[in-house]
């Protein structure tokens, strides 16, 4: 796609034509998408947009929006042109190796706090390690939240655990976290009150039907869970026992169809208290569980 903008124009004209040449190809939110890039090429925000909307765009700013228009009508996703994504009150950066932080998974952090809250945590210590941490936007949220909590991110990319760091660091919590480099038996044997993950859960033959948004641009590093999705979940739970206290808790994000699978994998593993967190649509999205020894 091609838009072109005389730097003449106006913000609001700039984004009218872009929303506009977003419905023509039709993507799924043409307004929401349109904003967002308008506002980042010209570095500027949805209040200034909103004041100023006759403020011309400048030369260089009508050849960034043309150029990131060219991206998103591509399918490239708008958090990986802007480079961000805002999750549970941060702003995380995003990269190759990463996925994008999406809003289901704010789910399973509120689940875990909630957890934790019923626990009557408060600001007592809290070991929390974050397997598959990508971003680390779940770890960093969940210790930005608990003023007592310490983290462990870890990741098989290095790209994405450098990110990780960023982030934590970004959001003012880099003294309580680290990041590892490795497997998910990286942090076995060590003594956490949480384990979580969103680990990757789609089965690989179907990776290639997805959104090109997420099929071209997410790693399959990070989507790839084996012939039925469920391999990153039986090793996770294996190690679970291992890294936790008697009194922890087992926090997984889970795919379409897959929470009823892997609350079975807890089950035979020994764990207890298994629940099923649901999600706006009503899908099984989250599925936590405790150590048998808390039964």
């Known amino acids: 796609m091609s838009l072109e903008l005389s730097p003449e124009s106006g913000r609001a004209a700039a984004f009218r034509a872009l929303r506009d040449a977003f419905r023509a190809v039709g993507l799924a939110t043409p307004d929401l998408d349109a904003r967002v890039l308008v506002c980042a090429a010209l570095d500027i925000t949805a209040e200034d947009l909103a004041r100023d909307p006759d403020m011309a765009i400048g030369a260089v700013g009508a050849g960034r929006i043309a150029e990131m228009a060219s991206r998103r009508a591509a399918r490239e996703p708008v958090a990986r042109i802007v480079g961000r994504r805002e999750f549970f009150g941060h702003d995380f950066a995003v990269g190759p190796a990463t996925l994008v932080p999406r809003p289901d998974t704010e789910i399973l952090v509120e689940a875990v706090l909630e957890a934790l809250a019923a626990d009557g945590a408060g600001e007592a210590p809290v070991a929390i390690a974050d397997l598959g941490t990508g971003t680390g936007c779940i770890v960093v949220s969940l210790v930005a939240?608990?003023?007592?909590?310490?983290?462990?991110?870890?990741?098989?990319?290095?790209?994405?655990?450098?990110?990780?760091?960023?982030?934590?660091?970004?959001?003012?919590?880099?003294?309580?976290?680290?990041?590892?480099?490795?497997?998910?038996?990286?942090?076995?044997?060590?003594?956490?009150?949480?384990?979580?993950?969103?680990?990757?859960?789609?089965?690989?033959?179907?990776?290639?039907?997805?959104?090109?948004?997420?099929?071209?641009?997410?790693?399959?590093?990070?989507?790839d869970g084996g012939p039925d999705g469920l391999e990153a979940y039986r090793r996770i739970v294996a190690l679970a026992p291992e890294m936790l206290k008697p009194q922890g808790l087992l926090c997984f994000e889970v795919g379409l169809g897959q929470a009823g699978e892997v609350g079975r994998l807890m089950a035979e593993a020994g764990f207890a208290g298994i629940e099923v967190r649901r999600d706006l649509g009503g899908v099984g999205r989250v599925v936590l569980g405790r150590p048998g020894a808390r039964k």
Not at 169 to 183: C, E, H, L, N
Not at 190 to 211: Q, R
Request: proline fraction near 6%; glycine fraction near 12%; charge should be negative.
């Open 145 to 223: 939240a608990l003023a007592g909590a310490t983290g462990v991110g870890v990741d098989l990319a290095p790209e994405a655990v450098e990110i990780a760091r960023r982030n934590a660091d970004a959001a003012g919590v880099g003294g309580r976290t680290r990041f590892v480099a490795g497997d998910f038996a990286v942090a076995a044997g060590g003594e956490f009150d949480v384990v979580v993950s969103n680990p990757p859960y789609i089965e690989t033959e179907a990776i290639a039907g997805l959104d090109p948004e997420v099929a071209a641009h997410d790693p399959h590093l990070a989507l």
